[in-house]
């Protein structure tokens, strides 16, 4: 065992009581969710900045020691790497999320640049035996997912937000319905279910009035996958549910056809016939109607209506209505409009 004094705690770590000093073992499970000590050996001037458990955002420099958690991440936009398959002291592996999730990187996005580069320095021990000095691995996530939890929404009417690929505006989306349907008086309850740890995109729902909010990572999920993704919708619906709100907004992160578990979430019956409404987030009028056309013919869900960069002008407002017939309302700059039609919904499942 051996101390460090750590400069930066990754949201990712979001549930360990763990403070800036830290015992690191030499031992590394190379398990996803294990808490690990790094070095950043390099710099970046660009995709730089890491997020802390406090939900601030902080610039990364050569030199810091961070605590993350060893996991995947497959990326269109972004890094692309795998879990290795064992680490020792002195090893090396990269950032390959803001949220501080640590692999090998396979592939990276030109946007981005390279990754930064880390030097492990041992895994994070925590002490969860009391007057002992046994220390254990420190995981990431409030408590472990149940995969046999069964999916009971208590009639809670549910709001589900389905991209055709990340960055298409869902959470501006989510945003933009969370807001409205709190000003028209609903308790909303929020959550992500599909991604990579990060917690950025809850926390815009709690700025927004979502009253309580849950993401994947709170249970021990580092990464989504086809393998986890029903069970943990199931397990994020029925925590939100079993708080009593009045609606839950529930954001699918990545596209329908990413590696993060969204086609298993929506070909699982029993997590379909619990939404209520699906909103499709589209870049443009052609994934608006591919989406579309996904949703209808693969999974038999009808959406209510499109958003996202693709309803940014009339001239993909009117392509979307004309090529899938569904109603084209922009989060942005008609946000006040698209919570109301997905109020009316609401209100018409509750009678």
């Not at 690990?36 to 900045?49: D, E, F, G, L, S």
């Not at 869902?170 to 990579?196: F, N, W």
């Not at 996904?294 to 209510?304: D, M």
């Not at 009339?314 to 409009?337: W, Y």
Request: aromatic fraction near 2%; charge should be negative; charged fraction near 20%.
């Amino acid at each position: 065992m051996k101390s460090v004094i750590v400069d930066k705690l990754a949201s990712v770590a979001q549930h360990n009581e763990i403070g800036d000093e830290l015992r690191l073992s030499s031992e590394i499970p190379c398990e996803e969710g294990v808490l690990i000590a790094v070095r950043v050996t390099n710099n970046k001037t660009r995709y730089n900045q890491l997020e802390l458990t406090s939900g601030r955002m902080a610039t990364v420099t050569q030199g810091d020691i961070v605590v993350g958690a060893l996991g995947h991440r497959n990326a269109l936009r972004g890094y692309s790497g795998h879990l290795p398959k064992n680490l020792e002291v002195g090893d090396r592996v990269q950032l390959l999320n803001i949220g501080g999730v640590l692999g090998i990187c396979d592939s990276a996005n030109p946007d981005v640049g390279p990754p930064f580069e880390c030097e492990v320095l041992g895994a994070v021990l925590h002490f969860p035996y009391l007057g002992e000095r046994i220390g254990v691995p420190a995981r990431a996530g409030a408590k472990q997912l149940d995969a046999e939890t069964e999916l009971d929404t208590h009639g809670v009417p549910v709001v589900a937000l389905a991209g055709t690929c990340m960055d298409s505006g869902k959470t501006a989306a989510a945003c933009a319905i969370v807001g409205r349907l709190r000003h028209l008086g609903l308790r909303v309850a929020a959550c992500k279910a599909t991604g990579v740890s990060l917690r950025r995109d809850i926390l815009a729902m709690e700025d927004a009035g979502a009253r309580d909010t849950m993401i994947f990572s709170d249970l021990g999920i580092v990464t989504t996958t086809a393998e986890n993704g029903p069970a943990l919708t199931r397990a994020l619906l029925s925590g939100l549910a079993a708080r009593h709100p009045d609606v839950i907004v529930l954001e699918l992160g990545d596209g329908l056809l990413g590696a993060y578990g969204v086609e298993a979430i929506l070909s699982d019956s029993a997590i379909r016939d619990a939404l209520t409404a699906v909103v499709l987030c589209a870049n443009d009028p052609v994934s608006a109607w591919g989406g579309a056309k996904l949703l209808r013919e693969q999974f038999e869900i009808e959406p209510v209506v499109v958003t996202g960069p693709a309803t940014d002008n009339a001239v993909g407002i009117d392509q979307i209505a004309e090529r899938t017939g569904l109603k084209a309302i922009n989060a942005l700059s008609h946000g006040v409009a698209l919570g109301d039609l997905l109020h009316t919904v609401v209100e018409e499942h509750a009678a």
